[in-house]
C-alpha cells in the first residue's frame, strides 16, 4: 500500500514538475551491447547490472535513475534468475525492460552442438573444444564414456568409441558438461542401433550390432545421396556373400590416419594396415565415421540387387555394375572421361 502510494505520488510528482520529457529522452537513447549473450551470475539484481553497464559507459547516471525508479514500480523484475540470455545487440532502453522480465523469467539462452555425419570422433571432438558455453570436463576417456552402457547382450565390446556416438544435433543450455552431451549422443546411438538390429533383414553377413554399424559407415563414407544408400549396401552385402574383398577407399583413407595426404596411391592399397579393405576380407575391424541414421537402416535394409560395383558420376550420384567388365567401362566413362 505504502508502495503504491509511493509511485502515485512519484509519477504525480513528475509530470508537475514537466520532467516527462527526460523519461521521453531517456526512451530513445539507445543501449549498445557488443556481446549477443548475457550472464547473469549468482546474485546478480536488476541494479547491480545497471551499474556495469553506467562503468561501460553504456548508460548514463540519468538513465540508471530512471531504471531505479522503474523497478520500484515492478519489484518483480529486481531480481533476476541466474544463466546465459540471448539478447539483441543494438537495442533501445524500452527494450532493456523487456530484457529484465526475460532476466527474471529464467528463460535461459539454448545452445546447439551437432556430431556431424560422416565425421570422425577425433574431428567432432576438435570441434566440441570450440563449442560456445559448453563445459569441456572430459575427465573421464571418451571410450569409458561410449562404452559404459554398451549391451552385455551385443558381446565383446569395441576397442575405440569411434562412431559410438550418433550423429545428431543436442541442445544444451550454458554451462552443460560435454561429458553429459556425449552420454546423451552415446545413448541415442545405441537405441537407434538396437531397432535397427531387430528390423534387420534375414541371412546378413553381420554377426554383432556393432558389425551393421561398421557396415553403416562405410556406407555413410561412400554415398551422401540417400536414396542409393540401400543399393551401395547391397553391393557390399553382395561382395560379403561372394566371399570379395570390399575394396573399399574410405578404409584405407582411415586406416592410413595423418599420413594420408589426399590422393590414394598404389602403395596404399598396399598397406597391411588391418581397416584395408583392399588386402582383407570382410569387414575392417571397427567403424571408420558416424554414420547417419538413414546409413543405419540402410545398413540393417539392403536393397535386394546383384550389383558388385559401383563407381561415382562425379555429381553426388554412382554408376552401379553386375560385371567387372562393365564396372571398367564406367571407370572410363565417369573417371578416365574416355
Known amino acids: 500500500?505504502?508502495?503504491?502510494?509511493?509511485?502515485?505520488?512519484?509519477?504525480?510528482?513528475?509530470?508537475?514538475?514537466?520532467?516527462?520529457?527526460?523519461?521521453?529522452?531517456?526512451?530513445?537513447?539507445?543501449?549498445?551491447?557488443?556481446?549477443?549473450?548475457?550472464?547473469?551470475k549468482a546474485g546478480d539484481s536488476a541494479m547491480k547490472l545497471c551499474r556495469s553497464w553506467q562503468q561501460q559507459q553504456l548508460l548514463s547516471n540519468a538513465q540508471?535513475?530512471?531504471?531505479?525508479i522503474y523497478l520500484r514500480m515492478h519489484p518483480e523484475l529486481a531480481?533476476?534468475?541466474q544463466g546465459v540470455y540471448k539478447v539483441p545487440t543494438d537495442q533501445k532502453p524500452t527494450r532493456l525492460l523487456q530484457m529484465l522480465h526475460l532476466f527474471a523469467s529464467g528463460k535461459v539462452a539454448q545452445f546447439s552442438f551437432s556430431i556431424k555425419e560422416g565425421e570422425t570422433l577425433s574431428q567432432?571432438?576438435?570441434?566440441?573444444?570450440?563449442?560456445?558455453?559448453?563445459k569441456h570436463d572430459l575427465a573421464e576417456d571418451t571410450d569409458m564414456v561410449a562404452l559404459a552402457l554398451?549391451?552385455?547382450s551385443w558381446g565383446e565390446k569395441p576397442t575405440n568409441a569411434e562412431a559410438l556416438f550418433f550423429a545428431e544435433t543436442y541442445n544444451y543450455t550454458a554451462n552443460s558438461s560435454s561429458t553429459e552431451l556425449l552420454k546423451?549422443?552415446?545413448?541415442?546411438?545405441?537405441?537407434?542401433?538396437?531397432?535397427?538390429?531387430?528390423s534387420r533383414q534375414p541371412q546378413l553377413p553381420y554377426k554383432t550390432p556393432y558389425e551393421l554399424l561398421i557396415m553403416a559407415s562405410i556406407i555413410e563414407k561412400e554415398s551422401g545421396h540417400e536414396p542409393e544408400k540401400p543399393l551401395v549396401s547391397s553391393v557390399f552385402v553382395n561382395r560379403l556373400a561372394l566371399g570379395m574383398r570390399l575394396q573399399t577407399d574410405p578404409t584405407v583413407i582411415y586406416g592410413l590416419g595423418d599420413s594420408f595426404n589426399g590422393d590414394i596411391t598404389r602403395a596404399d592399397l598396399r598397406n597391411p594396415h588391418l581397416y584395408n579393405t583392399y588386402q582383407h576380407f570382410g569387414?575392417?575391424?571397427?567403424?571408420?565415421?558416424?554414420?547417419?541414421?538413414?546409413?543405419?537402416?540402410?545398413?540393417?535394409q539392403p536393397a535386394q540387387s546383384d550389383w558388385l560395383y559401383f563407381v561415382s558420376k562425379g555429381d553426388g550420384t554412382h554408376q552401379f555394375s553386375r560385371t567387372l567388365a562393365e564396372h571398367n567401362a564406367a571407370v572410363r566413362q565417369y573417371i578416365l572421361r574416355k
Open 184 to 198: 546423451r549422443a552415446n545413448q541415442l546411438l545405441i537405441q537407434r542401433l538396437q531397432q535397427a538390429w531387430d
Open 1 to 40: 500500500m505504502i508502495r503504491t502510494l509511493f509511485v502515485v505520488l512519484l509519477v504525480a510528482l513528475l509530470s508537475y514538475l514537466g520532467l516527462s520529457h527526460v523519461w521521453q529522452q531517456y526512451s530513445q537513447s539507445t543501449l549498445a551491447l557488443t556481446e549477443p549473450y548475457i550472464e547473469i
Open 124 to 134: 567432432s571432438l576438435k570441434r566440441m573444444a570450440e563449442a560456445q558455453y559448453l
Open 150 to 152: 554398451w549391451p552385455d
Open 79 to 81: 531480481k533476476l534468475h
Open 283 to 300: 569387414l575392417p575391424p571397427g567403424p571408420i565415421a558416424a554414420p547417419s541414421g538413414s546409413s543405419i537402416i540402410a545398413a540393417a
Open 64 to 68: 540508471c535513475r530512471w531504471l531505479s
